[in-house]
């Protein structure tokens, strides 16, 4: 076994701030990179050492791999944490970590090569035993190879981009006369992101949720899963709340697809932390994608297993085995998080600015996991996500409860932020019924904004 004496947060705002406070509760001290835009951000402030590794732009410091390897050398930590975004999955980034004698914690880099391809994600899912949603057999070049693959699929069906996520690349042709425009409009939004311009298709689900179950993995041969996350409440495929566990899925449901995924994990040889995703309807699941890395909704399992998933991401990189079986995973409460951003709540146009007074909410149940403070000016270079809101409760009614309280608790003064948006949706009664589908939040939404 290694222990690891510093490590290097590879990352910003709330996810660097999750992993230094892990980091220092197992004694390990911790190196800070920042872009000259974050020389006042908090994670800087609360790491043991800092070292700017370049301008406001993403590019040119949080992308830049030779500046994050150069301050993790001259500071002399021993691994580095990727956090979430950025560099998380990319599976170069790994290999160069451990070319140069760092301990990447994270997965193996074959793996984040593997399922970062949602086409070679998909086959790999369909080989190991995971149901995946009925598509094209790989990428389609031209109309007329889409053509075909849908006529096999049956219309309406969703084109995806092959690399990259959050919903670009991502368009739906309800029948033949649509589908060239969308799949070429797919194809140009797909290259402009990723640099990649290959689409696949898959057949539109209707009215579906959207359940992710946790996986984690050690190298000595465990592999457990932890419950299900329901992110089903999306605006443009973006998730806006996450819940654990899903207001639809029973024990039974859980167990049977969760052994589906930990014997899919044990089949590959995977390492760490990971999600697969899936649509759910009609009481059946489909493969979506594998997401190599901690996820930003991490929080609403920690609570409801009570495990700390960024340690334990620490401890397998170390070498040590799971602190849990999976026998010890019963879940029997309730967890929500809301993503509150620096938008307008209703036109969802960023707002950066300064924060003029914050005051986080507390009491039972409840965690805040922000980067603001009084004074914080927002840069207006990066994600607009400037808190994650969860609650914990006996029950999902509680933990509704729970969460207006909070909501109504929370001060944001400076900037326009989401959190009306959440008031409302909370008086809706599908939210209170859990009555909701990953279309839901887009009609509600459409049916707010006032025609003209």
């Not at 980091?23 to 911790?30: P, V, W, Y």
């Not at 070292?51 to 301050?71: E, F, M, R, T």
């Amino acid at each position: 076994m290694k222990t690891f004496d510093k490590i290097l947060i590879a990352n910003r705002g709330e996810i660097a701030l999750r992993v230094i406070r892990a980091a220092k509760e197992m004694g390990i001290a911790t190196v800070a990179v920042h872009s000259e835009a974050d020389r006042n951000a908090m994670h800087v402030h609360l790491a043991d050492e800092s070292v700017c590794i370049g301008p406001a732009a993403a590019s040119k410091s949080y992308l830049n791999i030779p500046s994050i390897i150069a301050a993790a050398e001259i500071t002399g930590a021993q691994a580095i944490h990727p956090g979430y975004g950025f560099l998380s999955e990319n599976a170069k980034f790994a290999d160069i970590v451990s070319a140069h004698g760092l301990t990447f914690i994270g997965p193996k880099a074959e793996h984040i090569r593997m399922m970062g391809d949602k086409i070679t994600a998909k086959q790999a899912a369909r080989d190991s035993g995971i149901p995946v949603v009925p598509g094209s057999d790989g990428g389609v070049a031209t109309v007329e190879e889409a053509m075909a693959a849908a006529e096999t699929i049956g219309f309406p069906v969703l084109i995806k981009a092959a690399s990259g996520g959050g919903g670009r690349g991502m368009k739906v042709a309800k029948d033949r006369d649509s589908l060239a425009e969308a799949v070429m409009s797919a194809q140009s939004e797909a290259a402009a992101a990723f640099g990649d311009g290959t689409v696949y298709m898959e057949r539109y689900l209707q009215k579906p949720r959207h359940i992710e179950i946790q996986i984690i993995a050690d190298s000595h041969g465990n592999v457990c899963h932890l419950g299900e996350r329901d992110c089903s409440l999306q605006r443009r495929h973006q998730k806006v709340l996450e819940e654990a566990p899903s207001p639809v899925i029973d024990k039974a449901a859980r167990d049977k697809i969760g052994k589906v995924c930990v014997d899919a994990i044990k089949k590959i040889g995977y390492l760490g932390v990971g999600t697969i995703e899936f649509l759910y309807e009609d009481g059946e699941f489909f493969f979506i994608e594998m997401n190599t890395r901690l996820q930003v909704e991490h929080p609403v399992t920690e609570y409801v297993t009570d495990l700390d998933l960024v340690r334990e991401q620490i401890r397998i990189a170390e070498g040590y085995p799971l602190s849990f079986t999976q026998d010890d995973i019963d879940l029997t409460t309730h967890a929500i998080e809301v993503r509150i951003n620096a938008e307008n709540a209703r036109t969802f146009v960023p707002s950066p600015g300064t924060v003029t007074d914050f005051h986080a909410p507390g009491g039972l149940g409840v965690r805040m996991d922000s980067a603001i403070y009084n004074g914080y000016a927002i840069p207006p270079y990066y994600d607009s996500l400037v808190g994650k809101l969860i609650v914990h409760g006996r029950d999902r009614p509680e933990a509704l409860s729970r969460l207006k309280r909070a909501l109504q608790e929370t001060v944001v003064s400076g900037i326009d932020t989401t959190i009306p948006l959440f008031l409302d949706l909370l008086n809706e009664k599908d939210i209170q019924t859990g009555d909701y589908n990953i279309h839901w939040l887009e009609n509600w939404i459409k049916a707010q904004t006032p025609a003209g």
